[in-house]
Nanobody, 123 residues
Framework: VQLQASGGGLVQAGGSLRLSCAAS????????MGWFRQAPGEEREFVAA????????GYKDSVKGRFTIFKDNAKSTVYLQMNSLKPEDTAVYYC?????????????????WGQGTQVTVSS
């Protein structure tokens, strides 16, 4: 499985970005997916996750109401729409395929990871 994340960039506070993660080698309709992020000097943290068919989603509290995760299984792509961005959202964002059990907000549940895309929010 290969994951290619894109869509990061530099944006002012209050702006929006849409991240994309294209998967190859795996049918996304059977796979839950997640987005995580890692700021310099920090541990990688959960941002959002979505079920295989896209009917259920979960979010980190601080992004609820601002971020939306969704999938296009026909394109094998998962997206993260990020609105009302804040400087504290600055991080490298990673997409991942959930392959193990346990909590959906834990990195240990994800067996495949993309290369990351940088998001920088200026104040």
């Amino acid at each position: 499985v290969q994951l290619q994340a894109s869509g990061g960039g530099l944006v002012q506070a209050g702006g929006s970005l849409r991240l994309s993660c294209a998967a190859s080698g795996r049918t996304l309709s059977s796979s839950a997916m997640g987005w995580f992020r890692q700021a310099p000097g920090e541990e990688r943290e959960f941002v959002a996750a979505i079920s295989g068919i896209g009917s259920r989603a979960g979010y980190k509290d601080s992004v609820k109401g601002r971020f939306t995760i969704f999938k296009d299984n026909a394109k094998s792509t998962v997206y993260l729409q990020m609105n009302s961005l804040k400087p504290e959202d600055t991080a490298v964002y990673y997409c991942a395929v959930r392959t193990y059990g346990g909590n959906y907000d834990s990195t240990t549940g994800y067996g495949y990871w993309g290369q990351g895309t940088q998001v920088t929010v200026s104040s």
